[in-house]
Nanobody
C-alpha cells in the first residue's frame, strides 16, 4: 500500500515560488507514475502535472501552469517535487499528489489509486 505525504505548502506573494514535495513513508515511488492535482474552493480537482516511473520518461503538464511549474523526482530521496514559480492568486488551492499503479502518467484523476492528504497553497499579497 502506497502512503503518500505532501509537504511544502504555505502562503506566498504573487510572483513568488514554492516547492512541494511528495514522498512515501514505506514503498518506493520508483515504479509508480506520480501526479499532482489541485482543488480550489468550489471547483473540481484539476490535473497539474505528472511524471512517469523511472523506466520511462515523460512529464505532462497542464496548459495553465506550463512554463511556470516543473515536476521532477529524486529517486535517492524517494521524493517527487513540484517546483512552482511565478505564482498567481489563481494558483491558490489544496495540492494533492497521487500514485498510479503503472509507469505512464495520466491527467485523469480517476486512474490514480493512491492519494495524499493534500497541502494548502495560498497566493496572496
Amino acid at each position: 500500500q502506497l502512503q503518500l505525504v505532501e509537504s511544502g505548502g504555505g502562503l506566498v506573494q504573487p510572483g513568488g515560488s514554492l516547492r512541494l514535495s511528495c514522498t512515501s513513508s514505506g514503498e518506493t515511488l520508483d515504479y509508480y507514475a506520480i501526479g499532482w492535482f489541485r482543488q480550489a474552493p468550489g471547483k473540481e480537482r484539476a490535473f497539474v502535472a505528472a511524471i512517469t516511473g523511472i523506466f520511462t520518461s515523460g512529464t505532462p503538464v497542464a496548459n495553465s501552469v506550463r512554463g511556470r511549474f516543473t515536476i521532477s523526482r529524486d529517486n535517492a530521496k524517494n521524493t517527487v517535487y513540484l517546483q512552482m514559480d511565478k505564482l498567481t492568486p489563481e494558483d491558490t488551492a489544496v495540492y494533492y499528489c497521487a500514485g498510479r499503479g503503472e509507469s505512464w502518467p495520466s491527467p485523469d484523476s480517476s486512474t490514480y489509486d493512491y492519494w495524499g492528504e493534500g497541502t494548502q497553497v495560498t497566493v496572496s499579497a
